[in-house]
């Protein structure tokens, strides 16, 4: 089974300073190991920090070293991809108006990346469990994205993938807690002075996939 977990970091509003917004985390078809693997890298954490067992562990709680730390411990796994998509705003040459159908298409886009390096396998059967972190999602966007998605990759593009999305409180998941960190990472990265550097060091195991969507289609 092939499951993606998603969160975005920056904003989309057109009057928003954040100039790149990105939806990221990660891809596996090895959902208990990474998890299991997760749980202890948490504890661990919370342990050094100090932190409660029971509070949830954010992204915006740690320091660029130790999302790092997190996303290499992780990436060395088998069926582990680090995945995102990039949106610097300052070129896409349109103004954001209607920002959950944009979401939408960013979502889309994403996918149609990741099928077409052929991470996300597309045979007829193949079941894709797309997961979202809720918690800045509006009513259409949760109505919307799953209908959206099914129509652009079943009824245009004819493919056999079975999409479905759910939508999840973050402290009730852990690998929606893992997307937020990897997410958050690599939009503190498009900050920095030289992110191809950065994203070199992410990309020790060969398992970072990442998309630049720089124009307005």
Known sequence: MQYLFLDESGNLHKNSPDRYFVIGGIYTNNYADIKKSYVEINRELKERLNMDIETELKAAYLNMDE?????IKLQKMDGMYIVGIIVDKQKIGIAIDQIHLYY????????????????????????????IDKSSMKIEDINSLEMYLKTHFNIEKKYGLNIDVSYWDSSKNYMVQVA?????????????????RMFRSLNKNNRLR?????RGV
């Open 67 to 71: 999302k790092m730390d997190i996303v």
């Open 104 to 131: 939408n298409y960013i979502i889309r886009k994403l996918l149609d990346y990741l099928i077409k390096i052929r991470l996300i396998k597309i045979e007829k059967g193949q079941n894709l469990y797309l997961n």
């Open 180 to 196: 937020d960190i990897m997410c958050n990472t690599i939009w503190n990265i498009c900050q920095t002075k030289n992110p191809h």
């Open 210 to 214: 990442i998309h630049i969507l720089n």
